[in-house]
């Protein structure tokens, strides 16, 4: 933190310490460079200030502020008055409230920044270890140098030579960024698991253990409920180190009474919880015959192979991913637009796809992001052919007489639907190693390397709906086309997330982006009824917030089926401009107005006989507006524009009404012919 301090520089540090606290809580090194730098010290409790003014963590105002009071570069005036010219006209459209909160930092801001008196002794503690001991040598020596902020000191060498990247290393990073987390009350919970289905970060994790013996002293668990779990204990479990206090957890926990609530994160908190994560992580995974993976519950008993990624609190898009990665993750390859989930998904200097404890996890890349679905295309090409390879090996093995035909028999025609059919398969492949393992033949030594691919692969093809609405259109278009089983998961934020929010084809009508600052003219384009009309690819349209069964469903029957699959999944996003901690209910509205009608439509369905649509939910209770004016993209354009908002607002709710009739239409129009 302090190695660029200069020599009679100032340091401003947000603390919830005193300022007769502050010293004897700082660590020696630190205690030390301030004493030797002769550095000028201030403090300012930013979070505190930024709560009680209604900013919750958004303390940028309060600390840009100290910043121009205590650095001198121009006076302090002229600095105050720029800065709340820039919030009028930042802010301005976003309404006076938040314009005066933000003044009300300033001016806090002001008043509450003391100068600490440097102590005249060094005595504080060791600084703590940037990841702990127990990390692997490449995570020691490389990410933490990075996490550091001194990657550039990184050598060549060091770098893995072959392009490929460790996964898993996210787990050492440990934030701490949760002023507040949650804590679970036991007593209260109904053991649904909504709280872990619904995290962001993954930071909270159910699980159910039978042998609870030397548990740390704060650790809680009650009696599993459901007859298959009887006689065992039932957790859940806070990742407090890794929540990003989005409390969504404790939004979603339909118990009577609350089994969730969020508690100041103290040092204690930390140092309790992390003991509890410890042990929670020793404990055996549930049986995966035991459990449906399908299913709310059943799912977030599967680790997590996507976790605490660096998304923004609360962000929509990764409860999606993460619940795929618990359904398929142990065989998974990703292909993944840029965007938002290339980017906290392949970031650096961590990496959030993890692994189970026997090492598999989902193999995850990066292409363009004009070229993504093709990527993904390629992976299925190069699966299968490696797949067909083994398999042609296989059999001449057996007429190399290196294996029985029932060995070979058995792995060919193994059925590979569930988990614990594939778990069966990779014990077949283990076995039939064991046979080739040592042999100088040159069948076992091609057989070797190849033999895994004998165990299902699962393809996903990831991104947002700027590359699948609009620059990766043509591709997405070109592999849905191929037939090819392919699953296509669109993370709909309804504009260019991560490049701050430009408007693309998803975005409705009436709201306003980057580049559509007076409101969008043109209506949303309908991605999934237009790839219905291939008849071939499965498609389901989901909303977490509104109906997390049917978003379990659809992924499940999406991989099951052999051929491509798309999901188009409604995810809330800061650039929506909402209170993200009630993102859940959001996605719910966009649901009860009719603006994202969930629905699945499944080909094998219309094979046999039925009806391949099946309208998830029901017929508009709200209006378009009771939903759009929840979020400061459509708000904004009513305060500056008001009679263009209610022209563009009636135009929206004509679109959505004409689409959700022209749904109905559609699928009495496939109803099979009696
Ligand atoms: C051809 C190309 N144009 C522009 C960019 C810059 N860029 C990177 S991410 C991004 C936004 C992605 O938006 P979206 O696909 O909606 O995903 P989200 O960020 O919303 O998840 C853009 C424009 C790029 N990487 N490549
Ligand atoms: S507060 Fe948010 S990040 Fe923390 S555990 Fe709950 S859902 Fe996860
Ligand atoms: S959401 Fe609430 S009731 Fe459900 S498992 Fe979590 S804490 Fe328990
Ligand atoms: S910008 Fe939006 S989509 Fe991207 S990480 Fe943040 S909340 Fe998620």
């Known amino acids: 933190m302090l190695r660029n301090l200069e020599e009679g520089g100032t340091f401003l540090l947000t603390t919830s310490f005193t300022a007769d606290q502050i010293w004897n809580e700082l660590p020696g090194k630190v205690q030390k460079t301030l004493i030797d730098k002769k550095a000028k010290f201030y403090i300012i409790d930013a979070v505190a200030l930024g709560q009680t003014l209604g900013l919750g963590a958004r303390i940028n105002m309060i600390m840009q502020t100290a910043f121009f009071l205590i650095s001198g570069i121009i006076p302090v005036e002229e600095a105050v008055t720029a800065i709340k010219n820039a919030i009028k006209k930042t802010y301005g459209k976003k309404g006076d409230k938040v314009v005066e909160m933000n003044y009300s930092a300033v001016d806090a801001a002001m008043t509450n920044i003391v100068e600490v008196k440097l102590g005249d002794s060094i005595g504080g503690h060791a600084m703590p270890p940037t990841v702990p001991e127990s990390a692997p040598d490449f995570v020691k020596e490389v990410t933490a140098t990075m996490i550091e902020g001194r990657g550039d000191e990184v050598k060549v060498s060091q770098m893995p030579n072959d392009g490929t990247w460790p996964t898993a290393t996210t787990q050492y990073e440990k934030r701490n960024i949760g002023v507040q987390v949650p804590e679970w009350l036991p007593e209260n919970c109904i053991q649904c698991g909504r709280c872990s289905l619904v995290c962001p970060h993954a930071s909270i994790r159910i699980k159910v253990a039978s042998d609870l013996k030397n548990t740390p002293e704060a650790f809680k668990s009650v009696e599993a409920v459901g007859k298959q779990f009887s006689g065992r204990k039932f957790v859940v479990q806070v990742f407090t180190e890794d929540c990003c206090a989005c409390t969504q957890c404790v939004d979603v926990c339909p118990a009577k009474i609350k089994a969730l609530q969020m508690i100041p994160n103290s040092e204690e908190v930390r140092q309790t919880e992390a003991k509890n994560v410890e042990y929670f992580l020793s404990l055996p995974e549930v049986d995966p015959a035991e459990i449906d993976p399908s299913t709310i519950k059943g799912s977030q008993l599967c680790r997590p192979l996507f976790e605490f990624s660096g998304a923004c609190s ?186 701050g929010g430009q408007m693309s084809k998803s975005t409705p009508r009436a709201a306003t982006a980057q580049f559509a600052a007076s409101g969008k003219k043109m209506p949303k384009k309908d991605i999934g009824m237009i790839f219905s009309t291939y008849g071939n690819v499965y498609i389901a349209k989901v909303s977490m917030g509104a109906n997390p069964v049917q978003v379990a469903k659809a992924i499940a029957e999406a991989e099951a089926y052999d051929g491509p699959s798309l999901i188009i999944a409604y995810a809330t996003c800061i650039n929506h401009g909402i209170n993200m901690t009630k993102g859940l209910h959001q996605m719910k509205k966009a649901v009860d107005c009719g603006h994202w009608p969930l629905y699945r439509y499944h080909p094998e369905l219309e094979e046999a006989g039925k009806n391949p649509l099946t309208i998830d939910s029901k017929e508009p209770t709200i209006t378009f507006e009771e939903y759009a004016m929840g979020e400061n993209r459509y708000r904004m354009l009513k305060m500056v524009n008001p009679a263009h908002a209610d022209e563009l607002m009636a135009a929206s709710q004509k679109d959505v009404t004409k689409s959700w009739k022209f749904l109905v239409a559609r699928a009495a129009a496939l109803e099979p012919e009696k």
């Open 314 to 499: 609360g962000c929509g898009e990764t409860p999606y991913i993460k619940l795929v990665t618990q359904m398929f993750g142990d065989r998974m390859l990703v292909a993944n637009a840029t965007g938002c989930s290339s980017i906290y998904g392949g970031n650096l200097p961590t990496t959030p796809y993890c692994k189970r404890a026997d090492g598999r996890g989902p193999a995850w890349a990066n292409s363009l992001f004009e070229d993504n679905a093709e990527f993904g295309l390629g992976m299925r090409a190069s699966v299968n052919k490696l797949g067909a390879q083994a398999a042609e090996l296989v059999n001449q093995a057996v007429a190399a007489n290196m294996i029985t035909q029932t060995m070979a028999d058995e792995i060919l025609n193994a059925v590979q639907k569930t988990q614990a059919d594939i778990e069966l398969q990779r014990g077949r492949i283990a076995q039939l190693k064991g046979k080739l393992e040592g042999s100088k033949d040159v069948i076992a030594k091609r057989l070797l390397p190849v033999a895994d691919y004998l165990v299902k692969k699962s393809v996903w093809i990831f991104g947002g709906d700027g590359w699948a609405y609009d620059i990766g259109y043509g591709g997405l278009d070109h592999v849905l086309a191929s037939g090819e089983n392919v699953n296509v998961m669109i993370l709909d934020t309804e504009v260019y997330s991560n490049t």
